[in-house]
């Protein structure tokens, strides 16, 4: 058999997400999170916990936990990366940036705020795994929400 | 001998290829490919006869009654149902048991009435159940399973009691493969005054079912996972039981006599078949079933019994390869679930997708089987008339570059 077909999958599966996925990034709970929320794919049982500390309006520390692909585990570890020091204005801005980038696959250059987030737009190319991409940014909200802020 | 090159002849899609390969479909427990037969069958009845049935009294009518109805006897005679009005077309095999549930269950069930399940359900045969527990309070039961994915003995002997109204269960596992002793359980449950239904959307497409050798009182499936088209399920259900249940749904057809306050139902079958049915895929689904009489089941089932011997040999050769299930393939249907390691089942089934190879991954419609394995998900090959062994090797390369591919990412 040949060789996997590398540009293809490689859009997919960027060293940065392999990267991640082996060594997911603040993956625990924390100990008095301000925010908690949880996120469920019903298409593949996959769950999220995503657990966020606030000092002063700012993310002092986030953490994740559940179980998924590569896709799912490595967005988390990102996500925790890029949010923590950041306000919660910001928060939202970057939740909204990375939500655009996932749902419009034609948005050819996402904003420069997302960063190291960029590694995940060739998911947008494969539809199935768009929400495995974007479920530890569902949990994220959801704790947002409840914690009626 | 099964003539596999002959048959993959006949299914035009498997000339394609998927991101320059062949095309290799392993997912057929979810859906089946067509044979030209198949697909010419629609064609015709689209550029012929195509006529609403039952009520025309013109000549398009009649021959698209004349056929829809000839389906309807190909289907009785395929699972050798005593009379064609015990065949019923739904849309599915799901539609096919939520009629149960709504037409007998609602009528003859009571607060504190038992129905006995397995944990090995698809949700098509847990869900309708659950819905209808809650409405009557009737209480469900679950016949575990043990390690090799059989289910146990003991506790279906023990659950089936006198409080038992029905035994839902299905003949062969879409995860697991398994076919249960569905017949075995079918005499308990009549012993014990139980009705039998049998979820055979896995096994009437793979084996010889013969609804009076199994003695059930109602059998699901759907044409499309057998070489017929989508939107066509059937209900079998036996003639006595059918005449004392009530509608499913109400509308045209199923009638006899209507005024504004009240009606009489059609006879049977038609009393279950509200509405305009699917004519197009019910035509053509007969197409399906002239095809796989022309194979002969035997023949089909031990095609899959030597793809499936061969599959647990080949993947079994794999490191790190969890297969789920019976480990020998007598006891099983054409439908390997496995896991690689701890590598997700999406990632697994996203790279061998680059490679032209179609399986499924994920829960499979069976949430509680999959956390009573202690998994979120698994992948899923399985097998139909046209594969062939070499697309099983495909297969094994294929999980062995998936191990290459994510094994990099640790030492880069």
New interface residues.
């Given amino acids: 058999?040949p060789?996997?077909?590398e540009p293809?999958?490689d859009d997919?599966?960027r060293?940065l997400i392999?990267?991640h996925?082996?060594n997911p990034r603040n993956r625990r709970a924390l100990d008095d999170p301000k925010l908690v929320g949880e996120g469920y794919n019903p298409?593949?049982?996959?769950?999220i916990e995503v657990h966020v500390r606030l000092e002063g309006g700012v993310v002092s520390d986030i953490g994740f936990t559940g179980?998924?692909?590569?896709?799912s585990q490595a967005s988390g570890s990102m996500m925790t990366e890029a949010l923590k020091g950041k306000s919660l204005a910001d928060v939202r801005s970057l939740i909204a940036a990375f939500t655009r980038m996932m749902t419009d696959p034609d948005d050819s250059a996402p904003p420069a705020e997302l960063g190291d987030l960029e590694a995940l737009q060739g998911v947008a190319k494969?539809p199935?795994?768009v929400k495995?991409a974007t479920l530890a940014w569902h949990a994220l909200e959801e704790g947002l929400r409840q914690g009626g802020k | 001998m099964f003539d596999v090159e002959a048959v993959r002849g006949d299914f035009p899609i498997l000339q394609r290829t998927v991101?320059?390969k062949p095309l290799v479909y392993l997912d057929n427990a979810a859906t089946t490919q067509k044979p030209v037969a198949v697909i010419d069958a629609l064609v015709e009845y689209y550029e012929h006869y195509n006529a609403n049935i039952h009520r025309g009294l013109h000549t398009l009518a009649e021959e698209a009654t004349a056929r829809y109805e000839e389906t309807r006897a190909k289907v009785a005679g395929f699972v050798n149902a005593p009379a064609t009005e015990e065949i019923i077309f739904t849309r599915n095999a799901t539609e096919s048991i939520n009629l149960v549930a709504h037409a007998w269950g609602r009528k003859y069930l009571r607060r504190g009435d038992e129905i006995v399940l397995t944990v090995m359900e698809h949700h098509s045969n847990l869900i309708p159940w659950q819905l209808l527990a809650r409405e009557v309070g009737a209480v469900l039961r679950f016949v575990d399973i043990d390690d090799e994915g059989r289910l146990l003995r003991d506790d279906w002997e023990r659950l089936i009691g006198a409080k038992t109204k029905l035994v839902a269960v299905t003949h062969m596992s879409n995860v697991l493969g398994t076919i249960n002793p569905v017949k075995e359980i079918a005499a308990l449950a009549h012993q014990r005054g139980a009705l039998v239904l049998v979820d055979a959307a896995q096994s009437v497409p793979h084996l010889p079912v013969d609804v009076q050798e199994l003695d059930c009182d109602f059998l699901a499936f759907s044409g499309h996972k057998m070489l017929g088209p989508t939107g066509v399920g059937v209900l079998y259900a036996r003639r006595g039981v059918l005449e004392g249940m009530d509608p499913f749904l109400g509308g045209g057809e199923m009638i006899s006599k209507v005024t504004l306050e009240e009606s009489t139902w059609n006879e049977l079958p038609w009393k279950y078949e509200a509405g305009t049915p699917n004519i197009a895929d019910v035509v053509a689904f007969g197409a399906a079933i002239d095809y796989l009489r022309g194979l002969g089941m035997e023949s089909v089932r031990g095609h899959e019994v030597d793809l499936a011997g061969y599959a647990l040999e080949v993947l079994g050769r794999i490191p790190e390869l969890v297969i789920y299930g019976p480990r020998e393939a007598a006891g099983r249907g054409g439908v390997i679930a496995f896991n690689l390691g701890d590598?997700?089942?999406?990632?697994v089934g996203?790279?061998l997708d680059?490679?032209g190879i179609a399986i499924r991954?994920?829960?499979h419609c069976a949430?509680p089987l999959?956390r009573r394995l202690g998994v979120?998900?698994t992948g899923r090959a399985s097998f139909y008339v046209y594969n062939r062994r070499q697309e099983i090797d495909?297969l094994a390369?294929?999980l062995r570059?998936v191990r290459r591919?994510?094994g990099?990412?640790?030492h880069?």
């Fill in positions: 058999m060789p996997i077909p293809q999958l997919l599966y060293e392999l990267d996925y082996r298409l593949c049982g996959d769950e179980r998924g692909c590569s896709i494969y199935v795994r495995c | 991101h320059g590598l997700h089942p999406h990632d996203t790279v680059s490679y991954a994920g829960h949430q999959m979120v998900a495909a390369e294929g570059e591919f994510f990099r990412a640790t880069s």
